[in-house]
């Protein structure tokens, strides 16, 4: 069962003394986080902080070496057994990897497949529609994401700010719990970064629950409800945006803001 947060919602998402380390190299050094439910939480940081393992650890694409992640009260990749924690198999965490949209810095689209049937193929393959109410879902989350007539077409044939749209919308067909954004514009050009923006600030006023990474803070400042400063693997400020930007509490956070602002 999820815990209440302090302003009376329900926790989404709860990452709990997470450590994640490659080699000597500790990526993630202890991290605590609570999302609330229809919270936008925006996740700054230098590169190579351990933002974008943080997300990956969330839906278990990554495991950490010590804590865990629950969504929704429900611990994910892992159950607990007496006092310890115990993998779950392979097929278990893919379902509930399906609750927990992702989208990542290079669109992950299927090359072979029409953008009708990448955002239609998720729901079929994990049993959640039949393949004509998977397209009709896809019709629909297409037009939300202004690409009702780029149905047929293939990534090759699509900007980069379209293949991008394309991801949001497959990430909503599975209609999931949270969705996770890894830095979701550093891969395109810069005219073609506020399309996307506009697709995520739609969602971020619809009360979906999302965490972003992202290198844009000014789009943090207006879209999120709080502001997460990581370094070097740990959380080192966070609050509502106004109090982290322009009122920084810790001295690194000032150092940070003061050379991307």
């Known amino acids: 069962m999820s815990t209440q947060t302090p302003n009376g919602r329900p926790a989404a998402v709860e990452v709990r003394d997470v450590h994640k380390w490659y080699g000597a190299h500790r990526v993630l050094d202890g991290i605590d986080l609570t999302v609330a439910a229809g919270e936008v939480t925006a996740v700054i940081g230098p590169s190579g902080s351990g933002k974008s393992t943080l997300l990956r650890v969330i839906n278990h694409l990554e495991k950490p070496e010590i804590g865990h992640v629950s969504l929704n009260g429900e611990l994910i990749g892992v159950r607990r057994h007496g006092e310890r924690l115990k993998e779950l198999s392979e ?74 749209r394309v991801a949001i919308a497959r990430a909503l067909a599975l209609r999931p719990g949270v969705i996770l954004f890894d830095e979701p514009t550093s891969a395109l050009d810069p005219e073609l970064v506020g399309e996307v923006l506009a697709v995520i600030r739609d969602l971020a006023t619809s009360g979906s629950t999302l965490v972003i990474v992202t290198h844009e803070i000014g789009f943090a ?16 400020e966070q609050g509502p945006p106004d109090q982290v930007l322009d009122d920084p509490r810790h001295p690194r956070t000032r150092e940070f803001l003061s050379r991307v602002l």
């Open 91 to 164: 097929r278990v965490i893919l379902a509930q990897r399906s609750r927990i949209g992702f989208v990542f810095q290079n669109f992950n689209l299927f090359p072979h497949l029409t953008v009708l049937d990448n955002v239609a193929a998720a729901p079929v393959a994990t049993g959640l529609l039949r393949k004509p109410q998977a397209q009709e879902l896809a019709h629909t989350l297409l037009a939300r994401v202004g690409l009702a007539d780029r149905t047929g077409a293939y990534p090759r044939q699509l900007s980069g700010g379209q293949q991008q």
């Open 221 to 236: 400042r207006e879209v999120a409800d709080r502001i997460v400063f990581i370094d070097g693997g740990r959380i080192v």
